[in-house]
């Protein structure tokens, strides 16, 4: 035996606890049992959890089992709800003292919402099954993995409770409690995946506003006439408000459709399990339930996709809209540019003009100051031109000198501005 230590992963305890966190409870006919899922806040949820085992810390717990008062309870805690499975036998004929008002007597119920009360009657024989039977309303069920006869009428009675009649044949109360515990969980799962079917209703009506305001507004994109700067802009913050109002929309029913899908998975998955036979002319519950449920599914499904494809469109819209808006920009900067050049033109035919007028202007005066040179060169005896001679034949070079300075004072100023 090696005497080294092995290093576990610190959530490997809880991912072999996973595996025996929901057993099945072992059931002898007759018995009762009596479902019940319900949301409640984070101090309801612990109160339960105390109820059953007050030695550990209540946040913490999932699952638990125990025997209250001869009752023997299974209270699980889930994503968005809790569950709690009550199991009695029946042997005696004392039905004065329900599971539910064992339920209401044990747990702070006041604070509770309910989604799923069901009681799961367990007889003996087909004759008491059928006593416990309606004869106003429609029967469904079958035969479930050969053995088990089901029967009910998936409506509740005057206390709100929908109610399963079975009767199993020949079964080991391990085996009975196996069956009946998909048979719960099928029930729990079909009502929580219909959550989703209201939120759908409901989101059809303003998908369908959204869409409307969408195709008014396409067809104001698509006009014939030219649109002005100032239509995009009212174009685009009437596309960004309504991406903004569908994008809110979409956050509210992501998290309500995944939870349907996957409750609706886990449904198929339990009424698979069961195995049901048809018995005579009794509508079987999988062919029942299944031609209700999916025509639901459907329907979530089917809004899920018209909130994406809307979602798609109006991506769509704003960015063809958002291309049209930068192109006009475009347009104008090129206008702007050239109007610039335009300008650039006239300002540099001014400036040689003005140039020109400077070269003209600087020589003037600068003959002016060499005439007083002039006058006092042509005094000289030696000198044979006059001042008049002599100021005519400086003219033409103080010009070129002039015009070449500027030249070379301009040249200079373009190189250092175009580095």
């Keep these: 035996m090696s005497d080294k230590s092995w290093q576990f992963h610190p959530d490997r305890n ?65 994503t968005e709800f809790m569950s709690c499975t009550l199991f009695r036998d029946m042997n005696t004929e004392d039905n004065l003292h329900t599971l539910a008002d064992f339920f209401h007597e044990t747990f702070p119920t006041d604070e509770i919402e309910t989604l799923v009360l069901l009681q799961v009657d367990v007889v003996t024989t087909t004759a008491k099954m059928l006593k416990l039977l309606p004869l106003t309303e429609r029967i469904y069920g079958g035969k479930i993995r050969a053995q088990i006869d089901v029967r009910s009428t998936f409506k509740p009675d005057e206390t709100g409770c929908v109610r399963f009649v079975v009767h199993g044949r ?139 494809t809307l979602t798609n469109d109006l991506s769509r819209a704003l960015t063809l809209l958002r291309t049209r808006i930068e192109l006009n920009l475009n347009k104008g900067n090129q206008a702007l540019l050239q109007s610039m050049d335009r300008r650039h033109d006239q300002q540099l035919k001014i400036s040689r003009t003005v140039e020109g007028l400077s070269v003209v202007a600087i020589t003037y005066y600068a003959v002016g100051l060499m005439s007083y040179l002039l006058k006092a060169l042509a005094k000289q005896p030696w000198m044979p031109f006059s001042e008049t001679i002599l100021t005519a034949i400086s003219v033409p070079f103080i010009l070129i000198i002039v015009w070449f300075s500027l030249n070379r004072i301009r040249n200079a100023w373009e190189d250092q501005h175009e580095k």
Excluded: W
């Design 14 to 78: 809880n991912l072999i606890a996973e595996a025996h966190a929901r057993p099945s409870q072992n059931i002898s006919a007759p018995a009762q049992v009596l479902q019940v899922a319900f949301r409640c806040n984070k101090a309801i949820r612990e109160a339960f959890f105390s109820v059953l085992d007050p030695s550990e810390n209540a946040s913490t717990l999932r699952h638990v089992s125990n025997d209250v008062n001869g009752v023997r309870i299974k209270l699980e805690r889930h």
């Design 170 to 308: 020949k079964l080991t109360g391990d085996e009975l409690g196996r069956r009946l515990q998909r048979l719960v969980e099928m029930e729990t799962y079909r009502t929580m995946s219909l959550l989703g079917l209201a939120k759908a209703r409901e989101v059809g009506v303003r998908l369908l506003e959204y869409e409307d305001q969408l195709d008014a507004l396409t067809q104001s994109l698509r006009g014939e006439r030219a649109s002005t700067s100032s239509d995009d802009e009212s174009l685009f913050e009437k596309l960004s408000a309504l991406s903004e109002k569908n994008n809110i929309l979409a956050s509210e029913i992501r998290y309500r459709f995944a939870a349907s899908r996957a409750y609706y998975a886990l449904f198929d998955q339990r009424i698979t399990s069961l195995e049901e036979e048809k018995v005579g002319d009794v509508q079987t519950m999988s062919g029942f339930l299944r031609s209700r449920l999916e025509p639901a599914i459907a329907t979530i499904e089917s809004t899920a996709k018209r909130q994406e």
